[in-house]
């Protein structure tokens, strides 16, 4: 079955630092994959997506090439903010399928 | 356009209580869905509707109970709880191949 792997946190980066989160998967077709953040008590909202091979999603600063290669989709970001502060979830959706496969999600906490 | 909302924003059961969380949203979307959240688990899928009168069963259905009478309503029922079902509760909707939108979420709580 389709399946989401991504790197486990949490992750501490000073403001201004580099951000990347792994995320690779498994699916059966053609899937969208898709980076979802959860700020601190709220729901999720999604970040950016890709729907086929070799597409760069990309929202506030932060980017994911869709690697059908390696079966990758890392997120990353130039540099970080405190209000970026999240947990980052990476997902697929596989063609013609209305469910959403997440992976566990990675903690990142940035400091001042 | 208030999206998906869902009712209560927390809850405490006691163990055996019945309940059942709301969720609605106004986006005409086909598809919705519950998930829950668990502590190093990412969102794992509850229940799932394509449309009204069509509900089937995602990871982990056993506790939990759904029906989809309107586009707009998909409340999950549980009908005794135990504590093993202490999470956070998501609702989402979304068009075939679209983006997915979540509610704010329900803590709950089962001692």
């Known amino acids: 079955g389709d399946s989401v792997t991504q790197m486990e946190g949490p992750v501490t980066l000073s403001e201004e630092a580099f951000l990347t989160i792994n995320c690779t998967y498994t699916a059966t077709g053609y899937p969208s994959l898709f980076w979802y953040v959860q700020y601190p008590g709220e729901g999720l909202q999604l970040l950016l997506k890709a729907t086929k091979a070799d597409d760069k999603g990309s929202n506030k600063g932060f980017e994911a090439t869709y690697r059908k290669e390696t079966t990758s989709f890392h997120l990353e970001k130039g540099s970080v903010q405190v209000s970026d502060s999240a947990v980052y979830f990476c997902a697929l959706s596989d063609y013609g399928d209305y469910k959403l496969s997440f992976g566990a999600g990675t903690t990142v906490t940035v400091r001042a | 356009n208030a999206g998906v909302t869902q009712t209560p924003k927390f809850q405490v059961l006691k163990t055996g209580q019945s309940m059942t969380l709301q969720c609605a949203q106004d986006?005409?979307?086909?598809?919705m869905s519950w998930y829950r959240q668990d502590p190093g688990m990412g969102l794992r899928l509850i229940h799932y509707?394509?449309?009204?009168?069509?509900?089937d069963q995602g990871e982990v259905p056993n506790g939990y109970n759904v029906s989809r009478s309107t586009t707009e309503d998909f409340p999950l029922r549980l009908l005794s709880a135990a504590p093993s079902q202490t999470s956070v509760y998501f609702c989402a909707s979304r068009e075939r191949r679209g983006t997915q939108y979540f509610g704010p979420g329900t803590r709950l709580t089962v001692t």
């Open positions: 986006m005409n979307h086909e598809y």
């Open positions: 509707s394509v449309g009204a009168g069509i509900t």
